[in-house]
């Protein structure tokens, strides 16, 4: 039983546009959600976070956005860069300190 | 070093024979998990250390696996007997105050069962 889905596994995008991510969850005990980063042959890195007392998240090019009674969650980036080509995983907790990932989105942004 | 640390960074291994994983956490970093990603899938929860006891081991798969923590540093990660299906990347993350929510992981083990 999948509790936190990306539908896409995997996104293009040219340089400059905006990317969009989306995530999709089940469990209404979740209470935080947290967007992470990998790159091949690392392991994820933290990007940005939001609580579900809040429905938007921003920090520089990334942006953060919640709908609980959608029980959906996107992540924005927005001017791309090839940087950002990685993939991005989803994760969500309730109580305590289990994280709950998606399946991830590989994001390839073109030059 | 600065980092998470894992090591070995790839270990292939025949199958029934038992393997050790080994991570050192950030110092100082109190919490201590243990997560697998397999091929093509998210990651998955293995199990959570504060200091050295385990509030939550729900995420071990089977008996075959057990892991330790000693010292509020070291983890070492077992699995006794491997299957192909272990197979996988096993990742470690470790935060400073026990909130995952900035947890820092290493760049994983890739373990290979042939």
């Given at each position: ?25 089940t ?17 994820p ?39 950002d ?27 | ?41 998210g ?26 923590r ?45």
């Open positions: 039983d999948q509790q936190v889905k990306q539908n896409s596994p995997s996104l293009s995008v040219q340089e400059g546009r905006i990317s969009i991510l989306n995530c999709d969850y469990n209404s005990m979740f209470d935080y959600f947290l967007w992470y980063k990998k790159y091949p042959a690392e392991g890195t933290f990007l940005i976070s939001i609580s579900s007392i809040k429905d938007k998240n921003e920090d520089g090019r990334f942006t953060v956005f919640l709908n609980k009674s959608a029980k959906h969650l996107s992540l924005h980036i927005v001017p791309s860069q090839p940087g080509s990685a993939v991005y995983f989803c994760a969500a907790k309730a109580a305590g300190n289990k994280l709950t990932f998606g399946g991830g989105t590989r994001v390839l942004v073109k030059p | 070093g600065a980092g998470v640390s894992q090591s070995p960074s790839n270990k292939v291994t025949e199958k029934g024979k038992d393997v050790e994983l080994r991570c050192d956490p950030i110092s100082g970093h109190t919490a201590l998990y243990w997560y697998r990603q397999r091929l093509g899938q990651l998955e929860f293995l199990i959570y250390f504060q200091g050295n006891s385990a509030p939550d081991k729900s995420g071990l798969p089977s008996d075959r696996f057990s892991a330790e000693t010292g509020e540093s070291v983890s070492t990660l077992t699995i006794q007997r491997t299957q192909q299906e272990d197979s996988a990347v096993y990742l470690c993350a470790s935060s400073l105050d026990g909130s995952i929510g900035k947890a820092f992981f290493g760049q994983g083990t890739r373990l290979t069962v042939v």
